[in-house]
């Protein structure tokens, strides 16, 4: 069991290294609530050579970096056009409508997490 544990460590350990070693992230664009709980925070990921860019959407109380401990809602990749096209939209305190250009492949999306209800729309805008 012992042996395990420290595998698990170390693997832990070197994924830290890489996404902090390998990966850029830059942070787009970020929209608060009006009560100022509930940030959503839109980001790119690049891992140059290694892995396709990604651009992240991800919630986060209001106060802290949405990038290292926000909860991940969408993941897009191949943006035919900058990150800074996707529209964020706090309809009401739990609602989110997130749009974003029709053609970007979408590998990861929810929509309702932690009382935050999200509502995508692919759209030419």
């Not at 929209?31 to 140059?48: F, M, N, P």
């Amino acid at each position: 069991m012992g042996v395990l544990a420290i595998f698990a460590l170390l693997a832990l350990y070197g994924l830290h290294l890489f996404e902090n070693g390998f990966c850029e992230t830059t942070v787009v664009k970020s929209l608060t609530t009006q009560d100022q709980s509930v940030k959503a925070t839109v980001y790119r990921r690049e891992w140059g050579a290694a892995a396709r860019t990604r651009t992240l959407v991800a919630l986060s109380n209001a106060k802290v970096d949405g990038t290292k401990k926000g909860e991940v809602i969408l993941t897009l990749s191949r943006l035919s056009e900058d990150a800074s096209a996707i529209r964020l939209d706090w309809q009401t305190n739990r609602k989110l409508q997130v749009m974003y250009l029709k053609g970007a492949d979408v590998e990861y999306s929810v929509t309702r997490t932690h009382g935050v209800e999200i509502e995508y729309m692919a759209s030419y805008f």
